[in-house]
């Protein structure tokens, strides 16, 4: 007997059996018989689940393993085989053989089957077995003892999403910080505001950068505190929340288990029933999620308005040459880093989107869409990771100011006059607007040939230190 692999040809099988009936499974492989189902019916993405989720799955099935073991549950060498495949799933090494789509149907049963059959093979191996074997160590009898998909799952989601945004805070941060020492940098670089994409009054460019440094503060915090909606669980709830053919002794303990397996302050949900079938806290986090990436996408697309042209556009920044821009105009270089990162962010709000929408087709006892949630919320999360290190990196750390073009800016539009209406009045100001307007001279010649401010009391009204004071003395 044979089956075929990717490239045509025959390999050889075992062969398992399910509720279904026989299949032939490849018969060097750590998966079995529900893998090769699951395998054979969700040909969706083409990719298998986030890497964080299959460590976070593995972390559960230790927990389950270390304590059905020291409840005496589960013998001793069959415990120790189960934890130490499981530790092997955890640091990578059998990882590749969880290979189940990324999006399943059965809330994430085929998810729960791979990783049982993987951890099963190899703990039988461990044992002297051989795989598909199961003669000492089962899939369903050891791995999955005291536990269901729907208790496992739910809770691999919050562990996983708990592990990705530890690393998405200090990318947050590094941003926020970056931004705090352009804002250092700028403090004395007067420029024109602008309101609807017209001129508006002067500011500095630090002013600016002082923005989006409070704008990543925010994402830092709410990134923060959001953790604490993930950190309650549904571990020992099984099917449906109510414990059904867990020992009480196993419920109590597996979550401290699972607290001293992963080093999070995990606790178990005070309604198990609710925790099992309702996820608004993922709709939550995958809401704040989508904040930062519109933070993301407004500053980046702030910075590609500054500087673009450059010599027919606003260009006050100058940003990073990373790349030649283009395939027939010799010399042209784009804001690539700043489009890269707002089409990330454009992405996190449709995982967003795709997460609401399956939160709230829960059904009664149960959410079947448990995948399609676990996938969008990690994949926004690495979104966020790698646009963040990358805009830092390759993008605002090397930006540098045009200041000279940022003065020419003030100087040429009459709307910088606003500056000067509390030494002149209302009138006044608006007759040097008006002469800037319609014979194109700059805004501190009018403004000395009014007679009304001597070029001391103008670059007084106009310096970075008067923009940047909040209001003036009166």
Known sequence: MGVQNAGGARTATRTEHDLLGAREVPIDSYFGVHTVRALENFHLTGRPMHPALVRALA??????????????????SVGLAVARAGEEMISGELA???VVDALQGGAGTSANMNVNEVLANRAEEILGGHRGDYAMVHPLRHVNLHQSTNDVFPTAIRVAALEELSRLEPVVAGLQESFQSLEGRFAGV???GRTQLMDAVPMTLGMSFSAYGE?????RWRIFKCRERLRVVNLGGTAIGTGLTAPRRYIFLVVEKLRQVTGMNLARAENLVDATQNHDALVEVSGILRAHAVNLFKISSDLRLLASGPTAGLGELKLPEVQAGSSIMPGKVNPVICEAVGQAAIRVMAEDHALTQAAQQGQLELNAFAPLMAQALLESIELLI?????????CVEGIEADAARCAAHVDASWCAVTALVPAVGYEAATAIAARVRAEGIGLRKAATESGLLSLEELDRLLSPEAMTALGHAG
Do not use: P, Q, S
């Not at 073991?69 to 001793?76: C, D, K, R, S, V």
């Not at 646009?387 to 390759?394: L, S």
């Open 215 to 219: 704008a990543m503060g925010r994402d």
């Open 96 to 98: 590749r053989h969880v």
């Open 59 to 76: 972390r559960v099935k230790l927990a389950c393993a270390l304590a059905n073991t020291e409840l005496g549950f589960l013998g001793e």
């Open 386 to 394: 790698n646009a963040g290190k990358m805009f830092r990196a390759r």
């Open 190 to 192: 007067l420029k024109l």
